[in-house]
């Protein structure tokens, strides 16, 4: 809330230079205001909260194929603090589809810790965590990330075809 006093009567444009943090400008960020002797005028701007999105491609580190299944927790670690920090802490929980996207909705701005929670069988134990500073109105943050499919192994044992023992450094 702003207030100007003391303004002689007559007629004003009140603009508005910057919207709060996390925050657009309205479409109307200038008003034409009538001052009358002894009155006050009042004027109302509204602000729209930036909204974004992210999403993830999950491929296969060897193949780069897409992979599904894949679980990842995103976390709000800001707000803007016009709101008193609403939200921070919160999460959501979002999965790969078979072409291995996972997307938000749309988030309200702020920051966000992604998580990779779980991944398909077969592939290594996820450590990936990275973090993302959502506070472009409209846009959607796009990251990429591999997994490595888990490594097997092949024995070999050479034996002698005519009574199976085992045959030493071959």
């Known amino acids: 809330k702003a207030t100007f006093s003391e303004l002689p009567a007559g007629s004003y444009t009140v603009r508005e230079k910057a919207p709060p943090e996390g925050y657009t400008l309205g479409s109307a960020s200038s008003q034409a ?11 109302t701007f509204k602000n729209d909260l930036i909204n974004a999105k992210i999403k993830i491609k999950k491929i296969d580190a060897l193949t780069k194929t897409p992979l599904e299944g894949v679980t990842f927790e995103i976390k709000r670690l800001s707000a803007p603090t016009a709101l008193g920090n609403e939200g921070v802490g919160t999460s959501i929980s979002i999965s790969t589809n078979s072409e291995g996207i996972a997307e938000t909705g749309w988030l309200p701005w702020g920051k966000y810790q992604i998580v990779e929670t779980s991944c398909p069988q077969h592939y290594e134990t996820p450590d990936f965590s990275t973090t993302i500073e959502a506070y472009e109105d409209g846009k959607t943050y796009t990251i990429s990330v591999q997994n490595e499919p888990t490594k097997g192994y092949i024995q070999i044992t050479k034996k002698d075809e005519l009574d199976a023992t085992p045959i030493a450094g071959v």
């Open 33 to 43: 205001a009538t001052v009358k002797a002894g009155e006050t005028a009042s004027l």
